[in-house]
């Protein structure tokens, strides 16, 4: 059994475990806030954004139904037609204390990069973030070409967010890449969030039967200018941008509400150890006096 003096050793030292953990979750909460004020600024206009490019594609499938022709649409939209060389950006963090999160986006690239190879393609991984690579290697990911520090250094920028996109397209062009995914995970609460894979170059919009009537309202007359093509070639570099920066900015809001939920059940617990160790500790000094006074007065009654 522990002696009274150990007891209050290791009390004081989960007493200041906590101050630490208490003291990172409050940092967290605070990034955290700021992620998601950015993040639900972000998302409304990327939502119109995608609206307008889906308008844009109707008009275009419309005149070559009714022209009978076939229009060359921008790169960014167009898809191989067997894509064989896939590029995997591993999204995580330089640091760990946040839960589970970097071993769930190493479990989702490993899984993706075994889809992919089942399928016969070629896989080429690009980590971005300490604990990406180390998460790969522990799952037996040998398939790693590059290793880089977090794209995110404090609060996202746009041009944090541009430097990345760069960086991913000369990817493409330099390893001749075919699709290009980002592995990473998307904010959905402050206590949920999902990890998946997301393809942005060249990028899906799919368009449903729910968005055949985007292009109508009441009987309004839509014109373009510039023309058609030209109004899509722009609008496609203005969501790649922007999609890029919504996809970091996830990333971001997930990790701070990552670590400050793993500080919260670590504050949680040390005050349960704490409680834990102060009653043993009261126990045994409670049985020392107890003990002591035995003793006394037995010594009394000899003399």
């Known amino acids: 059994m522990a002696s009274l003096k150990e007891l209050r050793t290791r009390i004081e030292s989960v007493k200041s475990t906590k101050k630490i953990t208490s003291a990172m979750k409050m940092v967290a ?30 008009e275009l ?3 070559e139904k009714e022209k009978g ?17 896939y590029a995997l950006f591993v999204l995580a963090s330089d640091r760990g204390l946040c839960g589970g999160y970097n071993t769930m986006i190493a479990k989702t690239a490993k899984k ?9 393609k070629i896989v080429k991984v690009f980590c971005y973030g300490k604990k990406a690579s180390s998460g790969l290697k522990r799952f037996g990911v040998t398939d790693i070409v590059e290793s880089k520090d977090a794209v995110i250094k404090k609060h996202l920028t746009y041009a944090e967010a541009m430097h990345f996109l760069k960086d991913v397209w000369e990817t493409k062009l330099h390893y001749h890449a ?39 309202v009441g009987n309004a007359f839509y014109n373009y200018l510039p023309d058609k093509l030209e ?3 722009n609008l496609s570099s203005m969501y790649m941008r922007t999609s890029m920066f919504e996809v970091l900015i996830n990333s971001q ?51």
């Open 178 to 216: 075919d699709i290009c995914e980002i592995v990473y995970s998307d904010f959905l609460t402050g206590l949920t969030r999902t990890y998946l894979s997301k393809q942005v170059i060249p990028f899906d919009i799919e368009i449903t039967e729910n968005d055949t009537n985007i292009t109508k």
């Open 112 to 120: 993706r990069i075994d889809e992919l190879k089942s399928q016969g």
């Open 253 to 303: 809001a997930s990790e701070h509400a990552a670590r400050m939920s793993s500080m919260d059940n670590a504050t949680n617990n040390a005050e349960d150890m704490i409680s834990s160790l102060t009653f043993k500790y009261n126990s045994l000094r409670q049985s020392a006096i107890t003990t002591e006074l035995v003793e006394i007065v037995a010594g009394a009654e000899a003399m």
């Open 61 to 63: 499938k419309t005149l």
């Open 69 to 85: 022709i076939t229009f060359m649409l921008p790169k960014m939209l167009v898809e191989a037609k067997n894509p064989k060389v």
């Open 29 to 58: 909460a605070s990034k955290f806030r700021r992620a998601q004020l950015t993040l639900d600024k972000s998302e409304l206009f990327q939502k119109m954004l995608i609206e307008n490019i889906k308008k844009v594609l109707l």
């Open 231 to 233: 109004l899509l070639k």
